[in-house]
């Protein structure tokens, strides 16, 4: 029996008494896959480590497990993760870490549909109730949350020979350091209201749609002005810069984004996915995300009622553009 079906028998007063559901209830679905609890769910702890090998998965069925109450490792990397664009960045470089010096991490998976980021085991570790966080059980069990201290921690303490980042006396630290900024407070805040606003709201105000899309276009016109020419986005290699962005450009089609603007963006992402361990952090914790660019244009493909809805929903984007006489322009 699903969590939804368990609310509605109970009466109302006992259900008024539960968290209200999140609006990732309807936009991150769980992925039946890989949610695994080691509370509940023993035979398949071993999934939980990506340094053991995967059990199978258990069936697809109405599964409902206990959500993580605490850590769980005694040594390495904890990742606390859930399947969203902010959360693979630290899956993506773990994954790469992993391939490159053979660094092992454990991950459990924190369902924010059901508010465990906000449980005081968890805020302990990220102050903002929000995932990615990380534990280092090898550094006095020191915590890390907000992806761009994450990413920056791993490297300098993980990546000695700078494979995905820069000596710190460099310049290209700095550069990366700025595109990393930049997506924390432009491209992932403007992308999320975006997705919020545009997919996911209760409401779907047309000022705020075309505010919100609108300013995530202009932000992909910069990313795509910075991508002319480069294969990365510094130093003309893959690296913490690049994994910053990565998650929410591999989902920019579900924020309203139309990829066929940003062909610089574009051939940059595929160039990210082709690398096996980008591959792999994007399957953290869940499995491949059913909301990539790449899932939904197939999505679209095989159903034509999903093909009938994308096109009534680009209709409304486009009339909430005209409404207030949005123009493309970047910067
Ligand atoms: N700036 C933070 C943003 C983290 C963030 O917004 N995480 C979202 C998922 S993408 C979250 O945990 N949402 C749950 C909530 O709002 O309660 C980062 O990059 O780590």
Not at 68 to 83: C, D, N, Q, R, V
Not at 192 to 201: I, S, V
Not at 210 to 222: D, K
Request: charged letters at 20%.
């Amino acid at each position: 029996m699903s969590v939804t079906t368990l609310r509605c028998l109970l009466p109302r007063h006992i259900r008024t008494l539960l968290p209200a559901r999140s609006y990732y209830s309807q936009s991150f679905p769980i992925p039946h896959t890989r949610q695994f609890n080691h509370t509940t769910a023993l035979p398949y702890r071993a999934s939980y480590s990506t340094s053991r090998p995967t059990s199978p998965p258990p069936p697809k069925q109405d599964i409902e497990m206990a959500e993580p109450t605490g850590l769980i490792a005694k040594s390495g990397i904890e990742l606390l993760t859930f399947g969203t664009p902010n959360g693979f960045k630290a899956s993506i470089l773990l994954e790469e870490l992993k391939a490159a010096y053979g660094k092992e991490y454990t991950y459990q998976t924190i369902n924010i549909q059901k508010n465990t980021q906000k449980e005081p085991w968890f805020t302990a570790i990220s102050p903002n109730g929000r995932i990615p966080a990380i534990v280092d059980h090898d550094n006095n069990n020191f915590p890390v949350f907000e992806g761009l201290a994450i990413l920056n921690y791993l490297a300098r303490r993980y990546d000695p020979e700078h494979r995905f980042s820069f000596p710190v006396d460099s310049d290209e630290y700095s550069e990366a350091e700025q595109w990393m900024a930049w997506q924390h407070g432009g491209l992932g805040p403007m992308q999320g209201q975006a997705n919020h606003f545009f997919r996911f709201g209760q409401e779907k105000p047309p000022y705020a749609v075309q505010r919100y899309v609108g300013e995530t276009e202009r932000l992909y016109g910069i990313l795509d002005a910075r991508l002319a020419g480069r294969d990365f986005v510094v130093g003309g290699r893959f690296s913490v810069a690049d994994i910053s962005l990565l998650g929410w450009v591999n989902m920019a089609t579900l924020s309203g984004v139309d990829m066929a603007m940003f062909p610089n963006v574009q051939k940059w992402l595929d160039r990210c996915l082709e690398r096996p361990a980008v591959q792999k952090g994007f399957a953290v914790p869940g499995g491949p995300s059913q909301f990539s660019n790449a899932a939904l244009a197939k999505a679209l493909e095989a159903d034509p009622e999903k093909r009938k809805a994308a096109e009534e929903s680009l209709r409304f984007l486009n009339e909430c553009k005209e409404k207030y006489g949005y123009k493309y322009a970047s910067p």
